[in-house]
Structures are given as C-alpha cells and as structure tokens.
C-alpha cells in the first residue's frame, strides 16, 4: 500500500494509457492523474477467490464500472457534511459514477441524492486506487477508483427526511454538518487523510 503523491502528469499519462486502465467496453479512462500532478494516491492490492470476483464484477456496481466519486463538502464555515448510511455508518457522501459521467459531476450527484445539499466541485485532490485479483489468475485483474473531490454547497440546508435520500439499494439514517469528521468514518485513517489535505 502507498499513499505517496501521484506521478506528474507528463509521466502519468504514459503509465496509465494500457487496458487495466479503461473501462470494459475500451472508452477512455477519467484518471484524474492525467490533469492533477499532485493528487495524493492510496494504492491496495487485494486477492479474492475466482468466484467471489466474479460475483463482485457481475453484482457490484462500483466495482463493475470502476470509478467512484466521493466528496469533501464544505459550507461557508467550513464544516463537512457527513451521511449516515446502514451499510457503512458515518461516511462521505459518495458513489458509482454512470457510463461517460464526468468525476465532478458525479460527486455532485451523488452530494445531492444522499444529503439533498446542492454543491459545486472544486477540484479532486485524492484517488484511492485498488486492484483486485482472482488467486489463480483466472479472471481479468479489476481495477476499482474513488476519487475525493473538495466541493463547497451554495445552501448548506439538508433535506427534512433522510428516508427519502439515497437510492434503492442505500439507506440514509442521517445528514450533519460537523466541525470535523466523527472519529468513526467509513475509510478510517485514509478518509481522514484526504479532509487534512483539503481543509489544511
């Protein structure tokens, strides 16, 4: 595993332009390396059996399309909006990006169905970037990205009824702003990372 700062983007341009790095049907990859040269990267390695990757290919979303946009939401004072979701507790507002989506407008789509809070990206400042791999190399190695984007709300007002947020297969519990992340975050020390590197 690294966290270590991305190449530039001169370089990282030649590194990603191979197949791990597109999407199944060959459509260029949205690596946010290619535009930012100094994105901080956390890089997992991880090995399944052939048929839980297969399982996870066919039923998982995020990992089927490969590309995840979460946010580090900022109101005018600075607090970050934080969902409570049943399958992940406290976490950063987030999700699968749809076919030819850009990353940003992702994370602004994704802001907006968990917490009803309308926010415009600034800029990515993190990818986590994992790679998963069947033990007896029979099933294509799975690239799998979450990009963290800095997005800052025009109205910090929530939405009334987190039962009404979310998707089908999502539940929302709740919404806050908080002074700071609550020290039990989905993505621990990694997600907590990446809030230091944005708010300073």
Do not use: C, Q
């Not at 968990?114 to 033990?135: N, Q």
């Not at 020290?183 to 020390?189: A, F, R, V």
Request: glycine content about 8%; overall charge negative.
């Amino acid at each position: 595993m690294s966290d270590d700062p991305a190449p530039s983007a001169a370089g990282a341009g030649a590194e990603r332009d191979d197949p791990a790095d597109r999407p199944p049907d060959g459509r260029p990859a949205r690596d946010p390396r290619r535009e930012y040269d100094d994105l901080i990267v956390n890089r997992v390695e991880s090995t399944r059996s052939p048929e839980e990757l297969r399982r996870l290919r066919a039923d998982n979303e995020a990992i089927r399309e490969g590309w995840v946009a979460a946010g580090v939401v900022l109101d005018p004072a600075d607090r970050v909006l934080v969902v409570d979701l049943a399958d992940r507790g406290w976490a950063l507002p987030g999700g699968t990006a749809l076919p030819d989506e850009p990353l940003a407008a992702t994370a602004e789509r994704e802001v907006r169905e968990e917490s009803g809070v309308v926010a415009d990206a600034v800029r990515p400042h993190a990818v986590h970037d994992e790679v998963i791999a069947a033990a007896d190399g029979s099933v294509p190695e799975t690239p799998f990205r979450v990009v963290h984007f800095e997005l800052r709300a025009r109205e910090p007002t929530v939405a009334d009824d987190p039962a009404a947020l979310g998707d089908d297969d999502e539940t929302v519990r709740a919404v806050e702003w908080r002074e700071g992340l609550p020290e039990e975050i989905y993505g621990d020390d990694w997600t907590k990372r990446v809030y230091e590197r944005i708010v300073g």
